[in-house]
């Protein structure tokens, strides 16, 4: 029976190795799972971070550089009689141009082109041809035309529209 036995002592050892075997690869599955997992959420996170700072970095850029300009035309040339303390009559003559860097605002520019021309021509016509003559003078006045065209579209469309009005010709005479 010896021998008998001594096989089924040695059936014995096996059977004991194998039942320890199914708990280490268990425990070696847990924790390449968890290596995966801690991985994978490494990755997502510095993957989304650099996706935040590119997009920052894309807002930045197009907060540098404006818009492209659009500009309108308010033709003809507007022309005026002027105020002034030398005899004769004195005129104006000037071309406006309106700009802004909307196109929803271009188009409320140009349908509100008659009612601008209309509180521009008065405007115009107020001025004095002494106070003209300088640089001063033209600023003021291109100023002034600009807080007119922006009060008008202000109450047309609720919003400035025009960022800029230009004098692109300018004769007094």
């Not at 004769?88 to 309106?98: C, D, N, P, S, T």
């Not at 008008?152 to 529209?161: F, N, R, S, V, Y």
Request: glycine share 6%; hydrophobic share 50%.
């Amino acid at each position: 029976m010896s021998a008998v036995e001594k096989p089924a002592v040695k059936a014995a050892k096996p059977a004991s190795a194998k039942a320890g075997k199914p708990w280490l690869t268990i425990i070696a599955a847990a924790v390449v799972a968890a290596g995966a997992a801690g991985g994978g959420a490494w990755f997502y996170a510095n993957r989304s971070a650099t996706e935040q700072v590119q997009q920052a970095e894309a807002k930045a850029k197009a907060g540098s550089i404006p818009a492209p300009a659009q500009y309108f035309a308010l033709e003809p040339p507007f022309v005026v009689n002027l105020i002034g303390s030398a005899g004769g009559a004195r005129y104006l003559q000037v071309e406006v141009q309106l700009m802004t860097r909307d196109a929803e605002s271009l188009k409320s520019i140009e349908q509100h082109a008659p009612a601008i021309r209309a509180r521009l021509l008065m405007l115009f016509a107020q001025e004095n041809a002494d106070e003209l003559i300088s640089r001063a003078g033209k600023e003021k006045l291109q100023a002034a035309a600009l807080s007119e065209v922006r009060k008008l579209l202000t109450a047309e469309t609720g919003k400035p529209c025009a960022e800029a009005l230009l004098f692109t010709s300018f004769v007094m005479q």
